[in-house]
């Protein structure tokens, strides 16, 4: 794992020669060595495609191709940070939660409504994250935002895990999401306002969840 966190807010990585990382611009916090930092729009791996499926989707989030020797301190905003480690599997996450990854895992777009037709749309005009949502694969490690801290939920098969939309962060595995409607489930037991929605992830996997309900 090329990350340490050096505190629930800040993490370091390792840089490698011939060896790349991407992080959210304005993330590097201090380096040490010969390392350099240089614009990237293409957004990792995935080549041109991957990059018009992001511009087209509004996932283009300005990143930061990180190259060299040495060791660079990320973090943004006060945000909490989470490492996600994957090992093969794909993590489905919000491009602007992104903070730093690994250069070898391929970056793509997948569309939200493909994972529970209509419901899978309503769900990115509830929760505001979108129709689209930014996909990473492969082996590598992830750092990620959130406010208030994350805990790591295990899906199984068969007991399916219910989040209030807003809380989600990201999951990963194979699982699938559906938006669906508890009246005064949100009044009742819920933390935020508005319609009552609950994110339902069922198969075999991993949702991270925030402890707010706050937009980064």
Known sequence: MPFREINSKMVEATVIPGQ????QRGAMLAYRGDVTFTPNMAGGQG?????????????ATPLM???GSGTVMFGHGGHHIQVIALTGDTLYVEADRLLAFDGTLEQ?????????????MVRG?????????????????????????????PINPGSPVHVDPQAYVAHHGDVHNKLSTA????????RGSGEAFQLE????????????????
């Open 20 to 23: 790349r990382m991407f992080s």
């Open 47 to 59: 080549g041109l495609m991957s990059m018009i499926g992001r511009r087209v989707a509004g996932e």
């Open 65 to 67: 191709t990180v190259e």
């Open 108 to 120: 793509g777009t997948m569309f939200m409504g493909s994972q529970g037709g209509v419901m899978g």
């Open 125 to 153: 005009q509830v929760t505001g994250q979108g129709l689209f949502t930014t996909t990473l694969k492969g082996h590598g490690s992830v750092a990620v935002m959130a406010h208030g801290g994350v805990i790591q939920l």
């Open 183 to 190: 009246l005064g489930w949100r009044d009742m037991v819920g």
């Open 201 to 216: 992830l069922s198969g075999s996997g991993a949702v991270y969840v925030q402890a707010s309900e706050e937009k980064l």
